[in-house]
């Protein structure tokens, strides 16, 4: 079962993977590196990473307000509106890196207001899909609709910084993070795991040397 944006009243169950996909979390991630010296080596960084995470938070899918999450993170796109096509890629590349790391699927939601000119359409990608939501709809309305959609599959994890949206999303049976929580969650598990890369690497190269 899938949901999609519906004409104005926000999702409609259609399908079976997709667009906010209940997707199956047995699956496992594998983290593409063009630089790495043993790509092998880097999946089953990634692949532990995956399952360290799960241990501590299984949940179905993140579900994240865009706009708010980038007014919180200036170095994101540093120096670029914060509606900018530019602050939106770079948001989405970021999460897409975290998504790797974690294998937990992230949707992320913007207000289309109508749309802007520019404003591209929704991806259909189930482990990280971006989402714009029609005229006469917010992203926390997605947000919600979304959250109790999902409530008998298991916990979703809201991000955004509007107080009555987290307290929405929790009375659904949700959880909310902030978005400042968030984004330390997100950098210190990007910089934990490239650590772990470059010290698999370099066991590689030694174990390697001494073959050699």
Not at 27 to 51: D, M, P, V, Y
Not at 142 to 153: H, V
């Amino acid at each position: 079962m899938t949901l999609v944006g519906g004409k104005g009243t926000g999702f409609i169950p259609q399908g079976k993977e997709g667009i906010t996909g209940f997707v199956d979390l047995s699956r496992r991630c594998s983290h593409k590196q063009s630089f790495g010296l043993r790509i092998r080596s880097n999946r089953r960084i990634a692949q532990e990473w995956t399952e360290r995470y799960r241990r501590v938070m299984a949940l179905v899918r993140i579900l994240v307000d865009g706009y708010s999450l980038l007014h919180n993170w200036p170095q994101l796109a540093r120096g670029k509106a914060r509606h900018s096509a530019f602050a939106r890629e770079e948001l989405i590349r970021r999460l897409t890196l975290y998504q790797d790391a974690i294998g937990t699927p992230i949707t992320i939601f913007f207000d289309g207001q109508g749309a802007r000119v520019g404003t591209p359409d929704a991806s259909s990608k189930a482990e990280l899909e971006v989402l714009y939501s029609r005229a006469g709809q917010t992203a926390d309305q997605m947000i919600e609709r979304a959250t109790y959609r999902f409530r008998d599959y298991g916990e979703v994890l809201a991000v955004t910084d509007d107080f009555a949206e987290q307290d929405t999303v929790t009375s659904l049976g949700g959880m909310a993070s902030s978005c400042m929580n968030f984004i330390q969650t997100v950098e210190n598990t990007l910089a934990e795991m490239v650590d772990d890369l470059k010290q698999r690497n370099r066991q590689e190269r030694q174990r390697f040397h001494r073959k050699a």
